[in-house]
């Protein structure tokens, strides 16, 4: 923030005499309070601002930092293109061999290779042109060769066409990992990992779909390892053979030459192609069969299955015994149950007997009451009168229950003559009352 | 919102300016805004929607449906988002959809016969705004080829919380995510500010300024007063008035048509009694004054606009001047009570800048300039032809701050806007160097209410040479009124009020004085060459303390001094 200085127009008053301050300063002052404001957080400069105030930087200090910073971007950019070494036989190759050059070395770019940008390629052919130009080489007194120049012209004439540079990515051998052996990976532990990782990541450069998942280490989730060996089992491939075909003849004379040659390309693409899928199949099936998450997965999943398993049965046999239990349970009370009712069917009986001796007594009583009560007649009875009377005794009796009978013997205790009549009189009305009897039935108490 | 962020680099974020009538989005190339057309061509987009036997309508084409399906047509409700229904005013929906209370009074809503048949639907405020953010999205998204996932919306000043997660809400729903929200004014003014960045091609920090951004919309105004100091920008003050705004002049000119309407056709029906009468009124009105900010005439044409009449009329511009002459003042009143309430006066702001659709009025950047001094710079397309076109300025910082912090971490952008970071002191009093005699006169190097820390460089040229003083010292603004004493009224307020029958009595002149107060520090500078010129750097520090450096240029060495920190 390099703002422009202040232009002021004023007179400057020249010194007074006499002044002096030491180094020429004379602090009076300080500022006055300030008011506290928000700014806005918007625009370029308050951004600028931001910066300072969280990083604490002063103004000079964040300038400084910020030139150095777009300094840097520069540098960066030079610093990515390494100039590789240039193997002198490359530099001796013939221009019509291009079908077995390597163009990633040819350009310098053997590292890099499929990830190389287009704008890679632009710089190293670039670079490699201003090295390896024809005029310059005739510029220094060398012969004229022009052979490795053609080769750089082929390499980007290749590698810049997108169709043809698949072609070429295809059968970039150069790019390809072979995987570790077993032997390798077995003697370490963590060594799977390592060593499988690269494998898969160059593989992955055929694939359509991008990004490809990666390989991952030891104790990468189930998820992952599955949603990788599923992308890799249905691994949508773009590899194709072209680049290996033999040279069709392009002159017209016979045809069925050129034909027979063209079938014959097709059939070893095709042919290459279905080599290339079995041996992705197998590659993954090694793999998989190496892979220790997998195996670490399935013994989780067997011992998640065993512990579903023994819980089942546990469950199982807490149930039976509680059944056992249960049975025992009932079976003991069922025994206690008969032989208390067994007891009180005796006692029942027994008492049944008393009252059915009491009953019989009671109305024993009864009856020698209207006897003693002189058959509730007037004076003398007449046989009638006491053939009446021991009737209605009776039907009175017969009309009683046993705690009735109880009742009235025991208001009779104790009683003769008109007493007892009013006893059986009382008796009566609380039947016909209660509607055991009718009004009139029994005429000697109504 | 963390799950984006690991995709920083490749977002492509716009800028949103969602007003209550027209809303625009607008993109950054080459560090220079541009406003983004949508399919049928328009830069302002009505922000209405419109449901036509189950179809959506947006823009435009539902503001054209206010006349014949007023009911499914939503207008104006974008003030009504993070609101109940108590606080809303829904003055400016009486000739569209009208809101209704949903969720318990707690938020607003509109019913709406969204599809061909079946029931009609409620819709909330949330959900209208999703739809059409989600429209404006994807006109944004087919202008650039890109999917457009990240926004800065700008907002009036006195958004609510609320209001802002609401449209947060809001804006995620329709596949946006919100960067940063930033107040309307302050987004007009760095589009501006960027815009005569460009034309001078100057780099570094714009000038130090105190401007009064004036929002005037179509339902409402906002006018804000804002400190801008080396690009950063303080707010002052700020005045909101919900009534006053392009639909008061459009009013006006309703009026008059339908009362001429009334004199032709002295037996039809008041077309202002009918709904649809009014509403295609309203229309042509508004035309008829964008119009007018054009050329000299315009017509009114309306067919079959009450009974069955056809309506024409033409109004010239003075007419329209005249008949709005009201609502002119009523604006201009409005920016002074802002500079009142910052405690300034008119002679203190140095830049006026229009923004929103009624700017492009002529009348009111004139009316502008009377209120202001000569000195003050109004930015409209009438004043000045560099102006920015006011509806898209708002748009267009939004735009830049976009792309701004289109890189940057939520946490980041957060962290830059929370108190921590944007509250800071402000200078009370202005710095500068007292000179003169006695050390009365004053200049300015550095303005009252500028945020520290700050660092500011001035030269003076000494033409004697020898030794000088430098004396540093705050200085205080004064309103000098000579010939009248009749202090707060400025001249320009006889002009709008013609009825002022004082306009003989001779005009008095105000002036800004600059009057040294408290000396900070004296330094001494020796031997400076004839013609020589002095340089002297202020740096005020986060602390409040003082570094002064002085020297002359081009020699070597130089006074180096400081002063303590103010104490709380």
Request: proline share 4%; hydrophobic share 35%.
């Amino acid at each position: 923030m390099a703002a422009a200085a202040i232009q002021l127009k004023t007179a400057l008053p020249s010194l007074p005499d006499g002044w002096s301050a030491e180094k020429d300063f004379k602090p009076m002052g300080s500022l006055s309070q300030p008011t506290s404001r928000a700014i806005e957080p918007v625009g370029p400069h308050f951004l600028a601002h931001a910066r300072r105030k969280r990083h604490k930087r002063t103004f000079s200090e964040d300038e400084r930092i910020q030139a150095e910073k777009s300094a840097k971007k520069t540098e960066d950019e030079d610093v990515g293109e390494i100039s590789e070494p240039e193997d002198p036989m490359m530099l001796q190759r013939e221009a019509k061999d291009w079908k077995s050059q390597d163009h990633y070395a040819v350009l310098g770019l053997s590292k890099k290779r499929w990830r190389a940008t287009e704008e890679d390629i632009k710089k190293a052919h670039r670079k490699k042109v201003l090295k390896h130009h024809p005029d310059k080489k005739a510029a220094h007194g060398q012969e004229e060769n022009d052979q490795f120049f053609k080769c750089i012209q082929r390499a980007t004439d290749i590698l810049q066409d997108p169709v043809k540079r698949r072609q070429f990515d295809s059968v970039d051998e150069n790019a390809d990992k072979e995987p570790p052996s077993k032997k390798d990976v077995q003697k370490k532990p963590g060594n799977l990992y390592k060593l499988y990782g690269p494998v898969f990541e160059a593989e992955g450069r055929f694939s359509k779909k991008q990004p490809v998942p990666q390989f991952g280490g030891a104790d990468a989730s189930r998820e992952h390892v599955e949603a990788f060996y599923n992308f890799w089992y249905n691994f949508d491939s773009w590899r194709t053979f072209e680049y290996l075909d033999e040279d069709v003849p392009d002159d017209n004379e016979n045809r069925d030459q050129k034909r027979h040659q063209e079938r014959k390309n097709q059939n070893a693409r095709k042919k290459r192609k279905a080599e290339d899928n079995q041996r992705l199949r197998k590659l993954l099936d090694d793999t998989m069969a190496l892979d220790e998450r997998i195996k670490k997965f399935r013994q989780e999943g067997n011992k998640e299955k065993n512990k579903k398993r023994e819980e089942k049965e546990a469950a199982e046999k807490a149930a039976k015994e509680e059944a056992q239990r249960k049975k025992e349970e009932d079976e003991r009370l069922a025994k206690e149950k008969e032989v208390a009712d067994k007891a009180s069917r005796e006692e029942g009986k027994k008492a049944k007997e008393a009252a059915k001796n009491a009953a019989k007594k009671n109305k024993r009583t009864i009856r020698n009451a209207a006897k003693d009560g002189n058959y509730f007649a007037e004076g003398e009875p007449s046989p009638k009168d006491i053939d009446q009377a021991l009737q209605d005794t009776d039907a009175l009796i017969l009309k009683l229950d046993a705690d009735e009978l109880a009742a009235v013997t025991s208001k009779l205790q104790g009683k003769s003559g008109a007493d007892v009549k009013a006893v059986f009189q009382a008796e009566t009305k609380r039947l016909v009352e209660a509607g055991k009897a009718k009004d009139g039935e029994l005429k000697t108490f109504s | 919102m963390n799950a984006e962020d690991g995709d920083q680099a490749s977002r492509t974020a716009i800028g949103i300016s969602f007003g209550n009538s027209y809303s625009s989005i607008a993109y950054t190339v080459d560090e220079k805004a541009e406003v983004i057309a949508n399919e049928e061509g328009d830069r302002q987009i009505p922000s209405i929607l419109s449901y036509v036997s189950g179809e959506e309508f947006q823009g435009t084409q539902a503001k054209a449906q206010i006349i014949r399906n007023p009911r499914n047509t939503i207008a104006y409700f974008r003030d009504f988002l993070g609101k109940s229904f108590k606080e809303i005013d829904p003055t400016p929906c009486h000739a569209s959809a009208h809101p209704v209370e949903i969720d318990g009074g707690k938020s607003v809503g509109f019913t709406v016969q969204e599809t061909e048949e079946g029931e009609k639907s409620t819709l909330s405020v949330s959900e209208v705004t999703t739809r059409h953010l989600r429209r404006l999205r994807q006109s944004a998204s087919d202008y650039l080829g890109k999917d457009v996932v990240a926004t800065v919306i700008t907002i009036p000043s006195d958004f609510s919380d609320s209001q802002k997660s609401a449209l947060t809400a809001a804006a995620k729903a329709a596949g946006l995510d919100v960067l940063q929200f930033i107040p309307e004014p302050i987004s007009s003014l760095l589009a501006h500010d960027a815009k005569q960045q460009l034309s001078e091609s100057s780099s570094g920090a714009p000038k130090d300024k105190t401007v009064v951004v004036a929002d005037l919309g179509g339902t409402r105004s906002d006018i804000s007063v804002v400190a801008s100091r080396g690009g950063i920008y303080s707010t002052l003050a700020t005045v909101h008035d919900y009534e006053l705004g392009g639909s008061s002049l459009d009013q006006v000119l309703i009026e008059y048509a339908a009362k001429e309407f009334m004199k032709k056709n002295k037996n039809a029906t008041d077309p202002k009694s009918n709904a649809r009468s009014l509403a295609k009124l309203t229309i042509e009105a508004e035309n008829v004054k964008k119009a007018l900010s054009i050329g000299q005439t315009a017509a009114f044409s309306i067919e079959s606009l009450s009974d069955g009449i056809d309506f024409s009329l033409t109004v010239n511009r003075t007419r329209f001047e005249l008949l709005a002459n009201k609502v002119v003042a009523s604006f201009g009143r409005l920016i002074q009570s802002a500079v009142q309430k910052a405690g300034l006066d008119v002679l203190d702001i140095d830049t006026v800048l229009l923004a929103g659709g009624s700017s492009h009025i002529p009348k009111l950047s004139s009316s502008m300039q009377s209120i202001f001094p000569e000195s003050t710079a109004v930015v409209a397309p009438a004043a000045s032809a560099s102006a920015v076109n006011p509806s898209e300025l708002v748009s267009r910082g939004a735009a830049i701050q976009a792309s701004l912090i289109s890189e940057f971490e939520h946490s980041d952008i957060e962290g830059s806007t929370e108190a921590v970071v944007t509250v800071t002191p402000h200078l009370q009093k202005a710095l500068g160097l007292a000179s003169g005699k006695d050390g009365e006169q004053f200049s300015l190097i550095i303005n009252a209410d500028t945020p520290v820390p700050v660092r500011r460089t001035a030269q003076v040229s000494v033409a004697d040479g020898g030794d000088v003083l430098l004396r540093i010292a705050e200085g205080e603004r004064e309103i000098k009124v000579t010939k009248e004493e009749k202090p707060q009224t400025n001249g320009a307020k006889g002009e709008d009020d013609s009825d002022d029958d004082s306009d003989d009595e001779p005009e008095e002149v105000r002036e800004k004085v600059w009057k040294a107060g408290k000396v900070l520090a004296e330094a001494g500078i020796k031997g400076v060459k004839k013609g020589g010129k002095v340089e002297i750097q202020i740096n005020v520090n986060t602390d409040l303390s003082v570094t002064v450096v002085a020297r002359e240029v081009g020699g070597k060495g130089g006074v180096r001094g400081e002063l303590e920190a103010t104490k709380a």
